[in-house]
């Protein structure tokens, strides 16, 4: 698997409600040993000793998700499913398109459910509009994790794979969450937007030119 983290990790996340210490979301793309586009999506945060309890009222903002799915359900000829945790296996799982309120998605580790928002239960190539997930195993606490460049603690929230190579294909997605205080009761919310894609090398150029253009004339 090549890692490719992006030059703009930190500016994915286009908009977000500064709520208490959500910092906003984050995205790191891979290409994966199959050869197709992988993202990670994290909530960060700046302070430690939180925990998260679900995400819900997903948006798709503009563009494609596009998800591929390479699970059990596609293997009996079915679209798909954004579980994870036993309804995919270990080898399949950097090349599947799954959600996580525990920062996991192996079998045991997993503890996550699909809210009724979901079409079908989940069984959708993209996340609808509408869709959330949340903590599945409330006495087992879903900690926020050091890591990552905004604020210092991160948890991933999903994995989106695309097929083959996406340079050029972009689409932008929103989500509200909800966590708490460890030893605490009391929800706190947060909301923000992120984008999936990269550009064209053409873009890119383009890009650059008018940056160039921009300290010309000053």
Do not use: C
């Not at 090549?2 to 290409?31: H, K, P, Q």
């Not at 503890?111 to 190539?125: E, H, K, M, R, Y």
């Not at 509408?130 to 926020?144: K, L, Q, R």
Request: zero cysteines.
């Amino acid at each position: 698997m090549t890692r490719f983290v992006l030059a703009t990790v930190a500016a994915s996340t286009l908009a977000s409600a500064a709520s208490a210490s959500f910092t906003g979301y984050s995205v790191e793309r891979v290409i994966t040993t199959g050869g197709n586009s992988q993202y990670q999506v994290f909530a960060n945060f700046s302070a430690n000793n939180l925990v998260f309890l679900n995400a819900f009222s997903f948006v798709n903002v503009s563009g494609n998700m596009n998800a591929r799915h390479q699970d059990f359900l596609t293997a009996d000829g079915e679209v798909g499913t954004w579980q994870a945790g036993s309804s995919v296996s270990a080898a399949d799982r950097p090349e599947d398109s799954w959600v996580t309120a525990s920062g996991l998605a192996t079998s045991s580790g997993w503890g996550s459910a699909l809210d009724p928002g979901f079409t079908n239960g989940g069984i959708v190539q993209n996340i609808n509009n509408g869709a959330g997930w949340y903590d599945a195993t409330p006495g087992t606490a879903n900690p926020i994790q050091a890591g990552g460049t905004q604020g210092g603690y991160r948890i991933l929230l999903a994995q989106i794979v695309r097929s083959g190579d996406d340079v050029g294909q972009f689409s932008t997605h929103s989500m509200q969450l909800a966590w708490k205080v460890a030893g605490t009761t009391t929800a706190i919310f947060g909301n923000g937007s992120f984008q999936i894609g990269v550009p064209a090398p053409g873009a890119m150029a383009l890009l650059g030119l008018a940056g160039l253009a921009g300290r010309r004339r000053r």
